[in-house]
């Protein structure tokens, strides 16, 4: 009877830590610790609609966690996630906005 009881709890207390457990990995899936920023050289932008085009364009992929992309020094700078996305990934959503990009480094983030 007790155990019974006790068992009841416990299943209980688990469901508890289960969700828990649950809110934490969402929490860090937000915040990624391993990403890695790589810089991209990007040729064919003229204006400030031609960078923030690009950065709706790379936003749109999973695991982009910041972006910053200069049509004057025509490049962009991309934090992600890599168990995510890859410069591959990024590079070709950069060649579908009609820009040539070039991989210059992927460094860990800072
Ligand atoms: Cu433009």
């Known amino acids: 009877m007790n155990t019974k ?9 688990s469901l508890f830590l289960l969700g828990g457990t649950a809110v ?13 920023v790589s810089t991209f050289e990007v040729n064919g932008m003229t204006c400030g609609g031609c960078s923030s085009g690009l950065r709706l364009q790379v936003k749109k992929l999973d695991g982009i966690e910041d972006i910053k ?3 004057e020094d025509g490049y962009a700078t991309v934090t992600y996630d890599p168990d995510k996305v890859s410069p591959k990934d990024i590079l070709k959503a950069i060649e579908k906005m009609g820009f040539e990009g070039k991989l210059q ?6």
Do not use: C, P, Q, W
């Not at 934490?24 to 890695?36: E, I, L, Q, R, Y």
């Open 69 to 71: 992309v200069s049509h």
């Open 24 to 36: 934490v990995a969402g929490d860090s899936a937000k915040a990624t610790t391993n990403a890695v």
């Open 5 to 13: 009881r006790f068992t009841a709890i416990l299943a209980i207390f």
């Open 105 to 110: 480094k992927t460094e860990d983030k800072a």
